[in-house]
């Protein structure tokens, strides 16, 4: 999906190689086509969550898994630097991490269309944009327009200037430029038609430390002029009417960078992009419409939109490093080679429950590469943040541990081996000193000792088991007590952007143990029935965003999946927000909107983490605990599904969902099918999914909770 404001020529160029979405056939069969969705770049909306403290995601030029992205900056800024509802542009940076806080990270070397002898104070009105996968393009009240694109590892800005102009035009470059991560240094040489080097910058909340090489070549012949420190004029003749730059990316060298660059035109790398997000984006396929019901078609039109923008935000990272022969620098800052491709770019403490699950199961193909690359930190010496020689942008790695133990239970390879020295030492050093952090600490001290459960050692596998359960303690003592006055205050005694209420639920690996400290699986209910109804819980970040699932271990599961679905797609309230404890007026409505101003107030996005939930919750599934091999089942938000989970590049298996009795509002699930066995169950593993096949769900709209429903709960044995 295309969004622009205004016509002229933006409307033509970012037309270019797309189908009319009003002319697309759609096939009139009802019977399910298990085929991959061969257009979705189509449905994606690249400017929700745009504006304000609403996602804080932006309408750059992407390409899926990549960290090379050129991103527009405004004045005044969110924090990608880029807010939809400004006017004022500061020009054109890449490589931004999106949707992360800290007011945001990345957005390097930025470069400035100009008029006039004075580049500073030229300014850059907007007039119109358009934006799509791969796509950026803008106009400004000046006459000069932009339009970018981007490859894996090269993008191109063509800049047209307005004809008539003699008093000067040009570029201006400010390669200290950032978001408010720290400029460290840089260094850069010019020729009559190129500018190269490489940045260090600041990680995200500058913990750490980055360095990108790039490469730039121009069009024609410029002159370069010195402004100030890191800051350099490139100016162009006056005849010139139309200028191309090509910039190549690396974290590897110069000489990566330089070779990035190649002959495509713009329009072949645009339409290489667009097929490379269509083919990323349709590993995860909507069937058809109904096509028999008006009213129910343009719900289920806007329901597929939003899903593809979410979808879109969920894939573009981590970061693909390595180059294409396969050396890569690690953490350490070494120039190492391998043939398994390199990632980098994590926010694992916000997204480890939803987007880094949902890339296992379906993007197999890449994901052995992210698991051996979040190996890799363990072997490289791993910080909860970042080292000081990243080889790109990143946020923070806690909880890993539990990544790699998820990934191994789900079949793939993990050399435990190798590094569980590494990830004791970090497991040891665990903070336990707050409520919260004692809970996500005995998270992590469980996996270890499932780590070495799965190597054999019973020892030290018995002895973080124990160290686990110790949790128990504290919940007794700190989340036991609900008369307590400050149990729904944020922050309440020193935790991080949760309450007493919202952290409590953070046992995904011993609800069995839970549940016995609260007395009983009907006062377990009863608790989460205060919870939800008393509007407790917090869709805005991450500690309570498995709660609904919860449900699923009580005897009504039936209230998990009408959860799974308000939170995605219904009207719900909400108090709590990052800062604020309840008190302060309700938000009412979804939670997701297909528009700038897209999640609750502050509601960051984080790396895909919230972008992830609601892909789970509208595919039909949710991982019950990160780090076990079991998704729990609830009803799609579409009727027909199919997600490609093949691992090996050039398979083809799929896992085909059909829901019977569908409707936009039909949320219960009456019973299960798998491969036309009725299965007598409310979740299933993940070696059932990796069989492939097809999964139907029937679905109702009224609960259908039965004593021989065969549940799984979590118990630390």
């Given at each position: ?229 890191h800051q350099i004029v490139a100016k162009l003749k006056d005849q010139t009417k139309k200028l191309a730059l090509r910039i190549g990316w690396s974290s590897t060298s110069a000489a990566y960078a330089k070779a990035a660059i190649d002959n495509k035109t713009f329009n072949q ?220 205050r944020m922050g309440a005694r020193g935790m991080y952007q949760g309450t007493i209420w919202q952290y409590r639920w953070l046992v995904p690996y011993d609800m069995k143990g839970m549940t016995d400290l609260i007395g009983s699986n009907g006062e377990l209910e009863k608790q ?190």
């Amino acid at each position: 999906m295309i969004r622009s404001i205004k016509t002229g020529f933006i409307v033509t160029i970012a037309f270019i190689g797309f189908q009319n979405k009003a002319g697309a056939q759609r096939s009139q069969n009802k019977e399910p086509i298990p085929v991959l969705q061969m257009d979705p770049a189509r449905e994606v909306n690249v400017f929700l969550g745009t504006s304000g403290d609403h996602g804080q995601l932006s309408p750059a030029a992407s390409y899926p898994f990549s960290m090379l992205s050129i991103v527009p900056q405004t004045d005044p800024w969110i924090h990608t630097g880029y807010e939809h509802y400004a006017k004022k542009f500061l020009g054109f940076a890449h490589s931004v991490f999106e949707g992360v806080g800290c007011e945001g990270s990345g957005a390097n070397l930025l470069v400035k269309p100009f008029l006039g002898k004075d580049a500073p104070s030229c300014d850059l009105i907007k007039t119109g944009e358009a934006g799509s996968p791969g796509y950026y393009g803008v106009a400004f009240k000046n006459g000069i327009q932009a339009s970018f694109t981007v490859s894996q590892r090269e993008g191109i800005h063509e800049y047209l200037f307005p004809a008539g102009v003699s008093s000067g035009k040009g570029l201006f470059f400010d390669l200290s430029h950032t978001r408010s991560n720290r400029f460290y240094e840089e260094q850069h040489q010019t020729t009559a038609t190129s500018i190269s080097g490489w940045i260090q910058a600041g990680t995200t909340c500058s913990v750490g430390k980055y360095k990108v090489y790039y490469y730039i070549s121009l069009s024609e012949p410029v002159e370069w002029q010195n402004l100030a420190a890191h800051q350099i004029v490139a100016k162009l003749k006056d005849q010139t009417k139309k200028l191309a730059l090509r910039i190549g990316w690396s974290s590897t060298s110069a000489a990566y960078a330089k070779a990035a660059i190649d002959n495509k035109t713009f329009n072949q790398i645009r339409l290489g992009a667009t097929q490379a997000w269509n083919k990323a984006l349709g590993r995860i396929a909507v069937g058809p419409l109904s096509g028999t019901n008006k009213l129910a078609d343009t719900t289920m039109s806007a329901r597929k939109a939003l899903f593809y923008s979410l979808l879109y935000r969920v894939i573009q990272s981590p970061y693909l490093i390595s180059e294409k022969d396969g050396y890569y620098r690690n953490t350490k800052g070494e120039l190492v080679k391998s043939d398994t491709p390199r990632y980098n770019g994590w926010s694992v403490w916000d997204n480890y429950r939803t987007q880094l699950p949902l890339l296992g199961l379906a993007y197999g193909d890449r994901y052995q590469g992210m698991v051996t690359s979040l190996a890799d930190l363990y072997a490289n010496g791993k910080k909860d943040y970042a080292t000081q020689t990243e080889p790109s942008n990143t946020v923070r790695t806690e909880h890993t541990d539990i990544v790699l133990l998820d990934a191994y239970n789900k079949g793939y390879h993990v050399d435990f081996k190798s590094i569980v020295d590494s990830i004791k030492k970090d497991v040891d050093a665990l903070d336990f000193s707050h409520p919260d952090k004692a809970l996500e600490s005995s998270y992590d001290t469980w996996a270890m000792s499932e780590i070495y459960k799965s190597l054999g050692n019973s020892d030290l596998a018995s002895r973080y088991k124990e160290k686990a359960l110790g949790y128990q303690g504290v919940w007794q003592r700190e989340f036991a007590d609900l008369s307590k006055k400050d149990i729904d205050r944020m922050g309440a005694r020193g935790m991080y952007q949760g309450t007493i209420w919202q952290y409590r639920w953070l046992v995904p690996y011993d609800m069995k143990g839970m549940t016995d400290l609260i007395g009983s699986n009907g006062e377990l209910e009863k608790q989460l029935d205060r919870f939800f109804n008393g509007n407790y819980y917090s869709q805005a970040n991450e500690p309570d965003i498995a709660a609904p699932s919860l449900y699923n271990v009580t005897a009504h599961p039936s209230k998990a999946q009408a959860l799974m679905h308000q939170y995605a797609v219904d009207t719900v309230t909400q108090f709590y927000f990052n800062g604020n404890s309840r008190g302060i007026d309700p938000v009412i409505g979804p939670v997701y909107k297909n528009q700038p101003r897209a999640f609750l107030p502050t509601m960051d996005d984080d790396g895909g983490a919230m972008s992830g939930w609601f892909v789970f919750s509208a595919i039909g599934l949710f991982p019950a605990c990160v780090g076990t091999p079991v998704y729990y089942l609830h009803v799609p938000l579409f009727e027909d599904l199919t997600i490609d989970i093949s691992r090996v590049k050039g398979a083809d298996k799929r896992l085909h969902i059909l829901v019977h009795n569908f409707t936009p509002d039909n949320y219960y699930i009456q019973k299960v099918v798998l491969n036309g066995q009725e299965i007598h169950q409310n979740y299933l593993t993940d070696a059932q999914l990796r069989e492939g096949g097809e999964l139907e769900i029937y679905a109702s709209d009224m609960p259908h909770d039965s004593d021989g429903i065969n549940k799984w709960i979590s118990q630390i044995k």
